[in-house]
Structure formats: structure tokens, C-alpha cells
Nanobody, 122 residues
Framework: QVQLVESGGGLVQAGGSLRLSCAAS????????MGWFRQAPGKEREFVAA????????DYADSVKGRFTISRNNAKNTVYLQMNSLKPEDTAVYFC???????????????WGQGTQVTVSS
């Protein structure tokens, strides 16, 4: 079992930055592909970014490419999502997810956090 806890959300003005953290426990994240998803009010949950379990291969949704960066610190068992140039349409609850040793192109994950709210004001 993997337990995931997100933090770092909040209220920011358009053009600002936030860094989300996802702290894992129960297993080491170095063996898991980690993903970030988001869900805006009235919309379905959508993929944002992923980082492969081995190495540094990443994948991003087109809507965040060039603005968001996913990274991991295996020593801290934590994954991050650096979000720059934020837009009002980035407003959503952001979720961290994990799945054991799959490619970054997967969109199906086994473990999920509770989410953290990100609100971008115009």
C-alpha cells in the first residue's frame, strides 16, 4: 500500500507560481511512476503530468507544457509539481497518484491522495 498526501495548494494571482508536494509513505516512490491530475468544478478529472519510476522521463498535458515541471526526490520520498505562469483555467483540485513500474504514458493509477486546492485569480 502507498499513502499519498498532497500539500502546497492555495490562492495565487494569474501569472504567479506554486509548488505542490506529494509525500509518500508505505513504499518507496522510486519504484512507482508518479502522476499529477486535476479536477475543476463540474469537469472530469484530467491528467496533468507524470514521471517514470526509473530515470527522469516525464510526460505532460499539452495545456501545461512549458509552464509546469514534475520532479521527484527519492531520498525524501516526495514528488513535486512546480507550476509557473498560472492561469485562471488552472484552478482545480490537484491529486497525486502512483502506480508500480509503468510507463509515463499510463493514465490509470492505483493509489491516490486526497487532493489540494489550487485557485488562480484573474
Amino acid at each position: 500500500q502507498v499513502q499519498l498526501v498532497e500539500s502546497g495548494g492555495g490562492l495565487v494571482q494569474a501569472g504567479g507560481s506554486l509548488r505542490l508536494s506529494c509525500a509518500a509513505s508505505g513504499r518507496t516512490v522510486s519504484s512507482y511512476t508518479m502522476g499529477w491530475f486535476r479536477q475543476a468544478p463540474g469537469k472530469e478529472r484530467e491528467f496533468v503530468a507524470a514521471i517514470r519510476w526509473s530515470g527522469s522521463l516525464t510526460d505532460y498535458a499539452d495545456s501545461v507544457k512549458g509552464r509546469f515541471t514534475i520532479s521527484r526526490n527519492n531520498a525524501k520520498n516526495t514528488v513535486y509539481l512546480q507550476m509557473n505562469s498560472l492561469k485562471p483555467e488552472d484552478t482545480a483540485v490537484y491529486f497525486c497518484a502512483a502506480r508500480y513500474r509503468v510507463e509515463v504514458t499510463t493514465r490509470s493509477y492505483d493509489y491516490w491522495g486526497q487532493g489540494t486546492q489550487v485557485t488562480v485569480s484573474s
